[in-house]
């Protein structure tokens, strides 16, 4: 007789865990409930797997920090070293979710499963989508099919890799998509499907995975807009940050005037990204030369996951042409 798999689930808070007043208003607070009431809703889950909760934190993922990643990176690799977890369920608030999965992609030493998943609605909701997603994270999180696919975001029924996905809506259920890929995979009933694998470089072959920095680089990031003006991009200069990912228009496009910032940047040591505000597509030199600019081009980084990208690099490596190898692969 097969053993069931044993899956941990860590709860942070967010919609998921969040509760309202009434069963049909759209005011709620996020953060409320207990992972273990939430289970509660799916007793169903136990047939499949050995299920532990624990909540770890329980915040809105708007307030997630940089501390409690390096935190949360620290407990799961724990837990996955230990012969008594197959894998992780992470319940998230939707708001920084693809941030987080990204984040833990590039320093979790595991192939076992990491999953993470959210709702666009509070547990008291009659519409909510959460009992359901976490019913589905777990069933990713058990199967074998799984392990070495990297860190999974899973809600809607669809199954996305950690280094294509986004949040694409404010409050719409079908609220996640990898705008260029698609899904890795699907949850049909309880059978879990995986339609391709990603060959960008994640968890236990990661350069990041092998030691956890104890903080990360101060990295910001810029918005491009019609007219836009330099005022933010010399603040940050004067404040010497380690980097800046500016999320330029189309192509990963810098104003004129702009481009003698990007000369002062770099003289003083920072280092600038050139990603895009639009949520398809790689940025790669084209109008701009990243030679000429001594810019690194974000590929298909989104620029809130280029931030982190940079960051990580930033904690082993100060070299140009290195960490633009490393927005290559990774």
Same mark, same amino acid.
């Given at each position: 007789? =097969?053993?069931?798999?044993?899956?941990?689930?860590?709860?942070?808070?967010?919609?998921?865990?969040?509760?309202?007043?009434?069963?049909?208003?759209?005011?709620? @607070?996020?953060?409320?409930?207990?992972? =273990?009431?939430?289970?509660?809703?799916?007793?169903?889950?136990? $047939?499949?797997?050995?299920?532990?909760?624990?909540?770890?934190?329980? &915040?809105?993922?708007?307030?997630?920090?940089?501390?409690?990643?390096?935190?949360?990176?620290?407990? &799961? #690799?724990?837990?996955?070293a230990?012969?008594?977890?197959?894998?992780?369920?992470?319940?998230?608030?939707?708001?920084t979710? $693809?941030?987080?999965a990204?984040?833990?992609?590039?320093?979790?030493?595991?192939?076992?499963?990491?999953?993470?998943?959210?709702?666009?609605?509070?547990?008291?909701?009659?519409?909510?989508?959460?009992?359901? %997603?976490?019913?589905?994270?777990?069933?990713?999180?058990?199967?074998?099919?799984?392990?070495?696919?990297?860190?999974?975001?899973?809600?809607?029924e669809?199954?996305?890799?950690?280094?294509?996905?986004?949040?694409?809506?404010?409050?719409?259920i079908?609220?996640?998509?990898?705008? !260029?890929?698609? +899904?890795?995979?699907?949850? %049909?009933?309880?059978?879990?499907?995986?339609q391709?694998?990603?060959?960008?470089?994640?968890?236990v072959? !990661?350069?990041?995975?092998?030691t956890? +920095?104890?903080?990360?680089?101060?990295v910001? &990031?810029?918005?491009?807009?019609?007219?836009?003006?330099?005022?933010?991009?010399?603040?940050?200069?004067?404040?010497?940050?380690?980097?800046?990912?500016?999320?330029?228009?189309?192509?990963? %496009?810098? +104003?004129?005037?702009?481009?003698?910032k990007?000369?002062?940047?770099?003289e003083?040591?920072?280092?600038?990204?050139?990603?895009? #505000?639009?949520? #398809?597509?790689?940025v790669?030199?084209g @109008?701009?030369?990243?030679?000429?600019?001594?810019?690194?081009?974000?590929?298909?980084?989104?620029?809130?996951?280029a931030?982190i990208?940079?960051q990580?690099?930033?904690?082993?490596?100060?070299d140009?042409?290195?960490?633009?190898?490393?927005?290559?692969?990774?």
């Open positions: 007789m =097969n053993k069931k798999p044993k899956i941990h689930i860590l709860a942070t808070g967010g919609t998921i865990a969040g509760a309202g007043e009434t069963s049909v208003g759209a005011v709620y @607070e996020p953060g409320k409930m207990n992972i =273990n009431d939430i289970l509660k809703l799916i007793p169903a889950i136990n $047939e499949i797997a050995d299920i532990s909760g624990e909540q770890f934190i329980n &915040i809105g993922s708007q307030d997630i920090t940089a501390t409690l990643w390096l935190k949360l990176a620290r407990h &799961i #690799r724990k837990y996955l230990s012969d008594e977890v197959d894998g992780i369920v992470i319940t998230h608030g939707t708001d979710i $693809e941030e987080t990204y984040f833990l992609n590039l320093i979790i030493p595991f192939s076992k499963p990491v999953v993470l998943t959210g709702s666009m609605r509070p547990t008291t909701a009659y519409s909510t989508d959460g009992p359901a %997603n976490l019913f589905n994270a777990i069933l990713v999180a058990s199967s074998k099919n799984s392990i070495g696919k990297g860190v999974l975001v899973t809600a809607n669809k199954i996305f890799n950690a280094h294509g996905v986004s949040k694409i809506a404010t409050t719409h079908d609220a996640f998509a990898d705008c !260029s890929y698609g +899904p890795v995979g699907y949850v %049909n009933g309880a059978d879990v499907e995986f391709r694998s990603v060959k960008k470089i994640h968890t072959k !990661s350069v990041f995975a092998k956890l +920095p104890k903080s990360l680089p101060e910001v &990031i810029l918005y491009s807009y019609a007219g836009i003006n330099t005022m933010l991009f010399d603040a940050c200069i004067k404040a010497q940050v380690n980097g800046i990912v500016f999320a330029g228009t189309g192509n990963g %496009n810098v +104003p004129k005037p702009f481009l003698s990007v000369k002062k940047a770099r003083k040591n920072i280092h600038i990204v050139r990603a895009s #505000r639009m949520l #398809r597509g790689e790669v030199t @109008e701009l030369s990243d030679e000429k600019l001594g810019t690194i081009a974000s590929g298909a980084l989104i620029p809130q996951k931030k990208l940079l990580l690099a930033l904690t082993i490596t100060n140009l042409l290195q960490i633009r190898e490393i927005f290559k692969y990774y």
